[in-house]
């Protein structure tokens, strides 16, 4: 779900808890023409990865000790993007989370804070719990009005070829994203194993993965006008194994998509935001999906 333009809460720190286990903050900075980190700190278990990239922009991957989440842990991450930077943030792989026997859940909370004409791309691989796992995220978008923003948000059945296909047991989600100090979209999700199985037909039913991605600010809107139109011209097919959507917002839109599989998703979500290698001069997605 996504809700019209209300004052946006103050849900987090303009500075990341930098002692505590699993924090980190993040800082890109427009030096000589070009993006550069200017500041990356993180405590374990989250870990910051900062490759060189090909372009103007910059890249950084988060990952973390011991390959996933375990119950209890908690990242929180703080990210700026100064004036005029074009940054993408991403993950070395999937974000896994493990069983939790007590219920404890492991968490993930993201501030991402871009200032004018700032260009962000947020574009992790996608969520998979295993069997037994609880799983909290919560992500804060703030925009200057001349910040753009590209940002996917996406979850996967678990780990099906062992039999665990939709077998956690609660997944939850929100995303605010505020333009000048006003939010204009929140999207909440929660799958919960108390209300009945998962993947039960009339809940997830067929669909192994599911996704969004959001496109926001001046550098978005013509993309997005694009995909809103392609989308409308499409017709709807029965049985079709990949299935989406597309609604508009303020200076942007969101696109959704479900299908069988991981693969199947991440291709049409690659295909269809392509446009976003030319705004950064940079590949997202290389040597991913």
């Excluded at 001046?218 to 959507?245: C, D, H, K, Y």
């Amino acid at each position: 779900m996504h809700q019209s333009a209300v004052d946006l809460p103050v849900a987090f720190p303009t500075r990341a808890l930098a002692p505590l286990p699993g924090h980190g903050e993040l800082e890109f900075t427009r030096v000589n023409g070009r993006t550069a980190v200017t500041r990356a700190m993180a405590s374990s278990p989250l870990r910051l990865l900062t490759p060189r990239g090909h372009g103007m922009s910059a890249r950084v991957f988060t990952s973390t000790f011991g390959g996933g989440l375990v119950a209890g842990d908690t990242i929180a991450l703080t990210v700026r993007a100064g004036a005029g930077t074009a940054c993408i943030l991403g993950t070395q792989a999937s974000t896994k989370v493990y069983r939790s026997p007590a219920g404890i859940p492991s968490s993930q909370r993201i501030l991402l804070i871009a200032e004018e004409g700032a260009t962000c791309v947020v574009a992790p691989d996608p969520v998979t719990c295993f069997a037994g796992a609880v799983y909290e995220q919560r992500q804060s978008i703030q925009l200057h009005a001349g910040a753009s923003l590209l940002m996917i948000d996406w979850l996967t059945s678990g780990r099906r070829a062992r039999g665990e296909r939709w077998a956690f047991d609660r997944y939850q989600t929100c995303t605010d994203i505020a333009v000048g100090g006003r939010v204009i979209f929140r999207d909440a999700l929660r799958l919960d194993a108390a209300d009945g199985a998962v993947g039960a037909e009339h809940r997830m039913g067929r669909c192994d993965c599911m996704g969004l991605a959001i496109l926001i600010g001046p550098r978005m809107e013509r993309p997005a006008a694009n995909l809103l139109e392609w989308v409308q011209s499409r017709p709807v097919t029965p049985g079709e194994n990949l299935i989406f959507s597309a609604s508009p917002l303020p200076g942007g839109a969101v696109l959704r998509a479900a299908g069988p599989t991981t693969e199947a998703v991440g291709r049409w979500f690659r295909e269809r935001l392509s446009f976003a290698s030319e705004l950064l001069g940079d590949d997202p997605w290389a040597r991913k999906w």
